[in-house]
């Protein structure tokens, strides 16, 4: 389980393809990790194969087809975040690590001090879990939703998340991990159920 604040992002060491997988190695700025431990990366919930100068990592097909990882190559910047402690703080939103979807960014505009992202909704599905003011996890950033309509909705990124995430570096047509509120999620079902 993570927050969604990113304190660190790194770099992409290396791709390669493995068994109808990828193993992905990513530039070790966390220190020392455990193999089976949780790291988010870009909002995927990895479990860490080994680690030394590089993290490493393994993926599935599932996890390839939902998000954008299999688009990664050498030198991309990536979100990073371990998993939560009991009594951390949570100062995002509960986040998993398990991506509903990609989506793509249609407009990036700058407003202020800060930028605004529309970002596609990749499935009439998904539209049910997003609420204006509620929580998302946009490439495992915990974010407010700013304005829902049919087809997008708007998420408005002040300038420390620019400055420390890999948000700064999209532009429009990029696809972006997704993780919808898990709140919203299980509402939703519970609503169905009535």
Do not use: W
């Not at 966390?30 to 100068?53: A, F, I, P, Q, R």
């Amino acid at each position: 389980m993570f927050t969604g604040i990113i304190r660190k992002t790194s770099k992409v060491a290396k791709v390669k393809p493995a068994q109808g997988g990828l193993i992905l190695q990513i530039v070790n700025n966390l220190g020392k990790l455990k193999s089976g431990e949780s790291v988010s990366v870009n909002g995927v919930c990895s479990t860490v194969k080994k680690c030394d100068e590089d993290i490493v990592f393994e993926y599935m097909p599932e996890t390839l087809e939902r998000s954008n990882i299999d688009a990664l190559g050498q030198n991309d910047l990536v979100n990073m975040e371990q998993s939560m402690r009991l009594g951390d703080r949570l100062d995002g939103h509960i986040v998993l690590g398990h991506i509903d979807a990609k989506a793509e960014v249609i407009r990036i505009q700058k407003e202020g001090n800060s930028k605004v992202f529309e970002i596609e909704i990749p499935d009439k599905k998904h539209r049910a879990f997003l609420v204006e003011k509620g929580s998302i996890a946009v490439e495992g950033i915990s974010l407010t939703i700013a304005k829902v309509s049919k087809h997008s909705f708007l998420v408005k990124i002040i300038p420390y998340t620019l400055e420390q995430t890999n948000l700064k570096l999209k532009k429009e047509g990029d696809f972006l991990n997704l993780e919808f509120d898990i709140l919203a999620k299980y509402a939703n079902k519970k609503q169905a159920k009535t």
